[in-house]
């Protein structure tokens, strides 16, 4: 039984070796987690070197050698029963003698709790190389086993090995411009800023659907706490909005009828979307089992019309944390909790796009108000732009850090060379 899983990552996940102690790792197996994409316990080091290949070749991990499985449930870590000192080093010979390409180890951490003498094998999937062959074998992370890639897996694993970013990120799906939302009467949105994360199932996935508990769950993790079964939005959803126009109504979660089916949801909220020509917003959160149900996709959308008005860098910096924390803090978990069972520890590679499908001959200089990020150098129209969270800050659980950061790189791809963003309300 899972007794507690975080949202983002805990700190042991990225933490520096030196700062991962007997009470950071006393700490992390008192949560009860179980093994998972990013979370195995071994027992000893014997089948150390295919787990943690498996987990390179996916979304990395910690490995937890030393402890025994819980004889009620195996996926639970159990009694401590440890191992001796000059496991590290052999751990470390077997792993470069078996891997290829040679030359990449993950960190083995040696830690002592309880008296028990642990290590903690932690694997950086951006350091490692692609594919990560391990006694001729290939193999990838799926809900908490190691399994065998396929031809197509292999495919991307070297293609991913090949580039410095994953594959899949000039994949159209991510693309506002190919994905945004049809919107009532044609109007199409002053601005459009999309947060978007794609990560991959297991291998019976195919037959993953999302029922009725799913979108349940969906639609109340973005929901704030009624009594009453309604589907209003989350406070701080709610208080965004605000910003645009007080004088409409605004809409709870509704399932969009036209564009549902058994592997595709997309429910929407905001403004009354009668109030053509006026200013308001609409959001939107998209769910699909993609690539054959092998993966799950996700997107945040938030459209803002402002009836000729330039939008604020208050609001437009806000709602790109706002699209953000709710994909990861809120849609995401609650999907994979309900479709797998637990959520994705670290979150997978999440990206954020700003577009303005309103006009995109003049590009997004017309509708946004960029005066707080300082003088720019040169001239040119401001670019839709896209951008990849940093992992890293992600994994720390500091969202707004991660956005803020994202949001400067984009600010310099638009040649403002000393950014400053307003502050985030997280």
Not at 57 to 75: F, H, Q
Not at 80 to 91: C, H, I, N, T
Request: charge should be negative; include cysteine; glycine fraction near 8%.
């Amino acid at each position: 039984m899972l007794i507690a899983m975080p949202n983002l990552a805990h700190p042991i996940f990225s933490a520096p070796i030196d700062a991962v102690d007997s009470e950071m790792v006393r700490g992390f197996l008192e949560l009860g987690l179980e093994e998972s994409f990013t979370l195995d316990y071994k027992r000893n080091i014997d089948p150390v070197a295919e787990t943690a290949a498996a987990m390179a070749n996916s979304y990395g991990g910690i490995i937890l050698v030393g402890v025994d499985p819980d004889p009620k449930n195996t996926n639970l870590g159990g009694k401590l029963v440890g191992v001796a000192p000059s496991e590290k080093d052999r751990l470390v010979s077997k792993m470069a003698n078996q891997y290829e390409p040679p030359g990449w180890t993950p960190d083995v951490i040696p830690v002592t709790v309880d008296g028990k003498h642990l290590l903690v094998v932690r694997v950086d999937h951006h350091s490692a190389p692609r594919p990560l062959v391990n006694k001729h074998q290939i193999k990838i992370r799926l809900d908490g086993s190691n399994q065998y890639a396929d031809l197509r897996m292999i495919e991307a694993l070297f293609q991913q090995g090949a580039a410095p970013t994953p594959s899949y990120s000039s994949d159209p799906r991510f693309s506002p411009a190919h994905t945004a939302t049809p919107y009532q009467g044609g109007e199409a949105p002053t601005v459009f800023i999309r947060a978007a994360t794609s990560m991959f199932l297991r291998p019976d996935a195919a037959r993953l659907r999302f029922h009725g508990p799913t979108v349940d769950a969906l639609i109340q993790a973005l929901s704030a706490p009624s009594y009453t079964g309604s589907s209003e939005l989350s406070e701080r959803l709610h208080m965004l909005l605000q910003q645009v126009g007080t004088h409409s109504y605004v809409q709870p979660w509704w399932i969009d009828p036209s564009h549902g089916h058994g592997r595709f949801v997309r429910i929407s909220a905001g403004h009354d979307r009668s109030l053509v020509g006026q200013a308001r917003m609409e959001l939107t959160c998209t769910a699909a089992l993609a690539n054959s149900g092998s993966s799950l996709d996700v997107f945040f959308d938030i459209a803002i019309w402002t009836a000729g008005q330039k939008v604020v860098g208050d609001l437009w910096v806000q709602a790109c944390y706002e699209a953000v924390h709710a994909l990861l803090a809120n849609a995401l978990p609650a999907l994979t909790g309900s479709l797998l069972g637990s959520a994705p520890v670290p979150p997978p590679p999440t990206e954020l796009h700003i577009t303005s499908p309103a006009d995109s001959h003049f590009g997004l200089g017309n509708f946004l108000n960029t005066d707080a990020l300082g003088p720019r150098t040169g001239a040119g129209t401001l670019r839709p732009a896209g951008e990849y969270l940093p992992e890293d800050v992600v994994s720390r659980g500091d969202l707004a850090a991660a956005v803020t950061e994202t949001l400067r790189n984009i600010a310099l791809d638009w040649r403002y060379l000393h950014p400053e963003l307003p502050t985030l309300k997280a």
